[in-house]
């Protein structure tokens, strides 16, 4: 699978009926569960933390969708830093559905899980937000994740330009690699763990329009972003990160 093919995604029609909306929505949050994708995020986010000397910090997620990988980086955070953890989206079904997802959180009852959960050292919100129009905005660590592959070269390198000018500390990209073993994962992955036809469609055609390593860094060069590092992890995708 060499050459990216730009296809437009059911869900990001602004016409989708939004009970179809949140069925996707929680198709894609068994498919992050899945990935362990706040796992990865909360493990960079830690490291930059720790690079900069700060036990606080402030977290936004563009595109957060569903605000599962939100809401999971916090829990992830929780009584290791304090964090201030956002998430914008165009959606407001999907705000609407993060917003009610984080409010039905039982903290007490993962306790468990994860040690010394402490709510009042986590915020979590959400809002309905156009990334171009937030002209104050000001984040530590800024991320987006499944989200760059949605647009052309020239928008990925305008999203970049403004993590980048959004962001005090750092920007991260999580995202899927495009290749051939991607599309035979969503393919079956999104059968296997959604019976949304907008995730069974959705999913592959994700692999087919995202970017690989080495352009995704091309298009980090451009935004103004040097140095990034770059590594994948399982399910053929990968890490992109630039320090301020």
């Known amino acids: 699978m060499r050459s990216r093919v730009l296809v437009p995604e059911l869900m990001d029609d602004p016409a989708i009926d939004p009970v179809e909306h949140r069925r996707a929505l929680n198709g894609l949050r068994r498919v992050n569960k899945l990935c362990q994708t706040g796992k990865h995020l909360a493990i960079e986010i830690l490291a930059i933390a720790k690079k900069n000397n700060r036990n606080s910090i402030s977290i936004l997620d563009i595109g957060c969708g569903s605000g599962d990988v939100a809401i999971n980086v916090a829990r992830r955070l929780a009584g290791r830093i304090e964090c ?100 035979v994962l969503a393919q079956i992955g999104c059968q296997l763990l959604s019976r949304s036809p907008v995730v069974h469609f959705d999913g592959p055609q994700s692999v087919r329009a995202a970017f690989t390593e080495s352009e995704a860094l091309g298009l980090a060069d451009q935004a103004g972003m040097k140095a990034c590092s770059v590594r994948r992890h399982w399910p053929e995708r990968y890490l992109l990160r630039w320090d301020v």
């Open 84 to 183: 201030a953890v956002t998430g914008w989206d165009i959606s407001q079904t999907a705000v609407d559905c993060a917003a009610k997802d984080w409010a039905a959180k039982d903290w007490a009852e993962q306790s468990h899980r994860l040690p010394a959960i402490k709510q009042s050292i986590v915020q979590v919100h959400f809002q309905q937000v156009d990334v171009f129009q937030a002209t104050d905005a000001r984040f530590d660590v800024v991320y987006c994740c499944l989200f760059l592959h949605h647009f052309t070269e020239e928008q990925a390198v305008q999203v970049l330009t403004r993590m980048k000018q959004i962001a005090s500390m750092a920007v991260v990209v999580d995202d899927l690699v495009r290749s051939r073993l991607g599309y």
